[in-house]
């Protein structure tokens, strides 16, 4: 049974002078993603796709290489838009977070609604599973948010009330079958590895 393997990426560096999409990985992602990458070399892996986001595709980037394959971006597993308000520095930015996923039809200070964002991470997975023509698993490298609408659809639920991740740095995973596009493994840390 192959699957796709959805994963959020690590901890990236911040820095508030740079536009976000343009985040790297820091140390501790790259250890990270290297250390799930050597997992995932135990798996028929056939196809490896990030965000146009830069802490994606350095994701994305180590997985390739530790498998020998190249990647590919879609700027459709882009994260919720938040050029609006660019960085917000927490512990406010999680104010903003709940209300974007306790008010999903509505843009919270004019970040993209949480219903266009989940259509849009929807369509972005099912196009991929539908276009790929190899016959292992996928591996898509994305982002938190939108890996929560995602998981909402697969669950059939409303929006804010899926299941979430719970690492706090982010790199967590879940597991959905490329036939059904069904959810078979929900969120775990990539240091925790595939259920068994």
């Not at 990270?32 to 994305?60: H, N």
């Not at 997985?63 to 050029?83: F, H, I, M, P």
């Not at 993209?112 to 989940?118: H, L, M, N, P, Y």
């Not at 099912?126 to 609408?149: K, N, P, Q, Y």
Request: hydrophobic share 40%.
């Amino acid at each position: 049974m192959a699957s796709l393997i959805f994963i959020t990426h690590p901890e990236v560096v911040i820095d508030p002078d740079q536009p976000i999409p343009e985040w790297p990985l820091n140390a501790t992602g790259r250890a990270r993603m290297e250390r799930f990458a050597g997992l995932l070399a135990d798996r028929d892996v056939s196809g490896v796709y990030a965000s146009t986001e830069r802490k994606a595709m350095d994701g994305a980037a180590i997985v390739a290489e530790r498998l020998g394959l190249s990647y590919e971006t879609d700027e459709d597993l882009g994260e919720n838009d938040r050029s609006a308000t660019g960085y917000i520095a927490p512990p406010e930015f999680w104010d903003v977070v709940c209300e974007f996923f306790g008010r999903p039809h509505e843009s919270i200070r004019g970040w993209e609604r949480a219903v266009d964002a989940q259509t849009r991470i929807v369509n972005a997975i099912s196009r991929i599973l539908r276009e790929d023509e190899t016959s292992g698993d996928i591996v898509v490298v994305s982002h938190g948010a939108v890996g929560c609408l995602l998981t909402a659809h697969l669950q059939k639920v409303e929006i804010g009330q899926e299941s979430r991740p719970q690492h706090p740095g982010g790199g967590c995973f879940i597991v959905i079958d490329r036939d059904s596009f069904t959810l078979t493994q929900d969120w775990r840390a990539i240091e925790d590895g595939f259920a068994v």
